[in-house]
């Protein structure tokens, strides 16, 4: 972690219009196939929960959730590759069943593509379980899809 943001406090704060040209800017770099600008515009439109995790004015990274009748959907999360490895991923997922728990949601939902053994090993030591795959979900390389792994977590 740098010296910097060692003395600066991280905080939540909402995803607003303003800030998503922002939050595209590390989704491209973190991603092969990012959500585009409309993803995240959608989701502000739609009411969603859509968060910022900040230091100052760096940006650790968001995520998106959509709520349903006794449950939530995490739909993205990331942390900005630059601050990965340092802990934030599991700030967000705290941040985020505590809004789930509020909502009063019994359980969290999540897809995470196959490939991507870090996310879904984050996911499992936080306590989601793996309870399906869904086929063809993600688009891949040359037009190609990726099955996806669905992850559950009992609130």
């Keep these: 972690m740098s010296a910097v943001l060692k003395t600066l406090e991280a905080q939540f704060e909402p995803l607003t219009a303003a800030r998503i040209d922002e939050v595209v800017a590390i989704e491209q770099i973190a991603y092969a196939h990012p959500w585009a600008r ?3 515009a959608d989701s502000l439109a739609a009411g969603y929960q859509a968060q910022l995790l900040t230091a100052g004015e760096n940006l650790l990274g968001y995520f998106v959730a959509m709520r349903g009748v006794d449950e939530v ?20 997922l705290d941040a985020l069943t505590l ?5 009063g949601a019994q359980w969290l939902w ?9 996310a879904q090993q984050i996911y499992e030591r936080y306590g989601y379980r793996r309870v399906g ?3 063809n979900y993600y688009p891949a390389v040359q ?13």
């Design 99 to 103: 809004w789930s728990r509020a909502q």
């Design 143 to 155: 037009g190609k899809r990726e099955d996806a792994i669905v992850m559950s977590l009992k609130l």
């Design 133 to 135: 795959q869904r086929k």
């Design 73 to 92: 959907h995490l739909l993205n999360i990331t942390v900005a590759p630059v601050h990965q490895g340092q802990g934030w991923a599991r700030v967000m």
């Design 38 to 40: 409309h993803h995240f």
């Design 110 to 118: 999540l897809e995470v593509r196959i490939s991507n053994y870090r």
